[in-house]
C-alpha cells in the first residue's frame, strides 16, 4: 500500500485546469486500490514562508548544527521534508505561471530542497538525492500551447530539481493546453486515456 501527497498550487480554486488535471490523475490512482494515505497539501490556503534575512541562515546549516532558533524558523520546512519523506507518489497541479511554475509552488520547493536532508554530498562532492524511489506525476495547465521544440520550461526545470535535489528520477507529465482560446472545452479523459496503461501499481 503507498501514501500519496497531492500539491495543488493554482490559486483559481474550482476554476483550475491543473487542480482538475491533478485531482483527477489522484482519483484514478485511489480506483487502482493500492493508497493507504492521501495528504493534501493546498500552497494557497497554507502559504509557504519565503526566506528572509534571519530564515535563510538556517538553510545552509548543516542538520548537525541545528538548535532551538533553527527548529522554529524551518517548522515549515521541516514539516514538508516529512511529508515528501513519506509519501511514495507525488502528485502536483501548477498553471504556467510567466513561463514557469506558480509562486507558491517556487516557494514550496525553496521549503523542501536543503543539503544534508534532501540530499548530501559524496566523496567526489556530486549531489546524492536521499529520497529515491519515489513517484511525481505533473498536472501542468497552459493558456497556451508548446510548439514543437520550444523550451519546456515547467516540466523539465521540475525533472532537473527533483532529480538534482531529491533523488526522484521518475515523473511524469500530463499537460492541459490551450485554456484561453475561444470555445476551449476541457477534454481530460483524452489526455489521462493511456493513464492505466503505463501506470499499473498493483
Same mark, same amino acid.
Given at each position: ?17 491543473? %487542480?482538475?488535471?491533478? +485531482?483527477?490523475? $489522484?482519483?484514478?490512482? /485511489?480506483? &487502482?486500490?493500492?493508497?493507504?494515505? !492521501? ?58 505561471? %510567466?513561463?514557469?511554475? +506558480?509562486?507558491? $509552488?517556487?516557494?514550496? /520547493?525553496? &521549503?523542501?530542497?536543503?543539503?544534508? !536532508? ?85
Amino acid at each position: 500500500m503507498k501514501n500519496i501527497l497531492h500539491i495543488i498550487s493554482s490559486a483559481r480554486g474550482d476554476l483550475s485546469y491543473s %487542480n482538475r488535471l491533478s +485531482s483527477l490523475i $489522484l482519483e484514478k490512482l /485511489l480506483q &487502482q486500490h493500492t493508497i493507504n494515505k !492521501v495528504v493534501v497539501r493546498n500552497l494557497i490556503k497554507d502559504v509557504p514562508p519565503y526566506a528572509d534575512e534571519v530564515s535563510i541562515h538556517e538553510f545552509y546549516k548543516h542538520p548537525a548544527l541545528y538548535d532551538e532558533q533553527s527548529k522554529k524558523l524551518l517548522s515549515y520546512a521541516n514539516a514538508t521534508v516529512d511529508e515528501v519523506r513519506q509519501a511514495d507518489i507525488i502528485v502536483i497541479g501548477t498553471p504556467m505561471f %510567466n513561463l514557469g511554475v +506558480s509562486t507558491p $509552488l517556487k516557494a514550496w /520547493l525553496d &521549503q523542501l530542497i536543503r543539503a544534508g !536532508v534532501t540530499y548530501v554530498f559524496d566523496e567526489q562532492w556530486n549531489r546524492v538525492g536521499q529520497f529515491k524511489s519515489k513517484k511525481v506525476y505533473l498536472a501542468i495547465a497552459s493558456g497556451g500551447r508548446n510548439t514543437e521544440g520550444a523550451p519546456d520550461y515547467i516540466s523539465d526545470y521540475l525533472k532537473d530539481v527533483f532529480r538534482s535535489y531529491t533523488g526522484i528520477t521518475d515523473v511524469e507529465t500530463y499537460r492541459i493546453e490551450g485554456t484561453m482560446e475561444s470555445g476551449f472545452i476541457a477534454d481530460y479523459e483524452s489526455i489521462l486515456k493511456d493513464f492505466y496503461a503505463v501506470n499499473d501499481l498493483s
